[in-house]
């Protein structure tokens, strides 16, 4: 099994030597969607995490009308997970689904206690992970909250600089909060001054 950006993502990120990967890769289990395929639905509860090798993924709710709030956009090497369902154990108010062909790795609590059996220090590594997660949830909420349009775009190209020509705009909009009419004004006023994302 080739899984490039998750043996990278373990080795540089999760500190695990090229020896600890071998003996953690046998209990690897990886899962395709296609495009639009769900991994999670809302009312069902999140029992694990997705690595995503290969592929888009979008993490999203629903609001009263139906229409789609995007909180995030996860690409090769991001992770997406409904945190709060799997550590309670509640049903989830959220969807995850592909937007385009993806591969994701799992990573459920069996993996996890296989990867801190070979490397003790994983655990602390991975809770590094979890804390950088939150530090920019809340500047997305700050962002959300007080920032221009044009901010929270320059932040959102800054963070997904690969994904622009992966996603229809509308779905930017969402994830931006404003509508896509919005998102074309600030990409004109942009272009005017030779923005290039």
């Avoid at 809302?42 to 979008?58: I, K, P, T």
């Avoid at 409904?82 to 049903?91: A, I, K, L, Y």
């Avoid at 074309?184 to 942009?190: P, Y």
Wanted: charged residues 25%; proline residues 4%; hydrophobic residues 40%.
């Amino acid at each position: 099994m080739s899984l490039p950006n998750f043996r990278k993502f373990l080795i540089e990120k999760g500190g695990l030597s090229e020896e600890e990967f071998a003996q953690v890769e046998p209990f690897i289990k990886t899962k395709s969607v296609t495009s639009y395929e769900f991994l999670l639905k809302a009312g069902e509860v999140c029992s694990h995490s997705f690595f995503v090798e290969q592929g888009v993924l979008r993490f999203y709710a629903l609001n009263e009308e139906g229409k789609e709030n995007i909180l995030q956009f996860a690409t090769e090497s991001w992770i997406v997970s409904d945190r709060g369902s799997v550590f309670f154990q509640e049903p989830s108010t959220y969807y995850i689904d592909a937007i385009e062909d993806t591969l994701t790795v799992v990573l459920d609590d069996a993996f996890i206690s296989e990867v801190v059996k070979v490397n003790s220090n994983f655990r602390i590594q991975n809770e590094k992970l979890l804390q950088n997660h939150i530090r920019h949830l809340y500047k997305r909420v700050t962002l959300l909250i007080g920032a221009t349009a044009k901010a929270r775009y320059l932040e959102f190209v800054n963070m997904y600089p690969d994904i622009m020509l992966r996603v229809p705009q509308w779905m930017i909009a969402s994830y931006l909060g404003i509508t896509p009419e919005s998102l074309s004004r600030v990409r004109k006023a942009l272009a005017n001054e030779n923005f290039k994302p």
